[in-house]
């Protein structure tokens, strides 16, 4: 059973330009999240979708980012109009349901904003 | 408000050595888990631990243990006998039963420096 799957590994963006990030969940897990760590940080929590529906989109920045979840295919988190502030690395996770608590997180995406 | 606090910025020992990395948490829920991570320097997350609220068992997996006390409201994490290997970042996360366990909070991590 393959893991989390996240591409591109390393995607590197000039200001102004879209960054799009993929993630694959496990098979047969409906529910993905979305975390972003800024350099020295810690993982901060930004969305939380299941198929078709965002549930919860309370640490996501008001403007230029979204995500998505669609009935086919993988999550995808969008930032516009990249700038450097946005550099870090944004990791996706899944599971099967909510209720153990346990998230398998993917290997992440670090953007480069130059 | 949920929150956790990992006040040891970075560790560093030198191999063989006992090292405790302090994790407190505070929510208002009595229904929550607890976890630790792995961050080595390649960058993934590594699940190591996730602990109920209702188990206040200690737990031992090889070198590592885990100590949680509700009434400090604590789950420290020791490394014995510490490896170069054991080098990495440790976070610790917090997820609420009242929020649908459907976010994780994490800690600032713990940078853990093994010499030889």
């Known amino acids: 059973n393959a893991g989390v799957m996240q591409n591109p590994r390393h995607l590197v963006r000039r200001r102004g330009q879209e960054a799009r990030l993929r993630c694959s969940p496990m098979?047969?897990?409906?529910?993905v999240y979305w975390y972003r760590q800024l350099p020295e940080e810690g993982l901060k929590f930004m969305v939380y979708?299941?198929?078709?529906?965002?549930?919860?989109e309370s640490g996501m920045p008001k403007e230029r980012f979204s995500a998505e979840f669609p009935k086919e295919g993988p999550s995808i988190l969008r930032i516009q109009q990249v700038v450097r502030g946005d550099s870090a690395a944004y990791f996706c996770?899944?599971?099967?349901?909510?209720?153990?608590?346990?998230?398998?997180f993917g290997p992440g995406t670090r953007l480069t904003v130059t | 408000a949920q929150k956790v606090t990992q006040a040891q910025t970075e560790i560093s020992v030198v191999e063989k050595e006992d090292v405790t990395l302090d994790c407190v948490y505070e929510?208002?829920?009595?229904?929550?888990?607890l976890f630790w991570y792995k961050q080595p320097p390649s960058g993934e997350l590594v699940f190591l631990i996730r602990?109920?609220?209702?188990?206040?068992q200690n737990e031992i997996s090889g070198r590592y243990s885990w100590n949680f006390q509700k009434s400090t409201s604590s789950f420290n994490f020791t490394i014995t006998a510490s490896q170069v290997v054991d080098s990495a970042v440790y976070f610790c996360?917090?997820?609420?039963?009242?929020?649908?366990?459907?976010?994780?909070?994490f800690g600032t991590g713990t940078r853990l420096l093994v010499s030889p």
């Open positions: 996770a899944s599971s099967p349901t909510t209720s153990s608590g346990e998230q398998y």
């Open positions: 098979k047969g897990h409906s529910h």
């Open positions: 979708l299941q198929k078709e529906n965002i549930i919860d």
């Open positions: 929510t208002r829920d009595t229904t929550y888990y």
């Open positions: 602990r109920n609220s209702f188990d206040e």
């Open positions: 996360a917090l997820s609420e039963g009242r929020a649908g366990f459907q976010k994780l909070v």
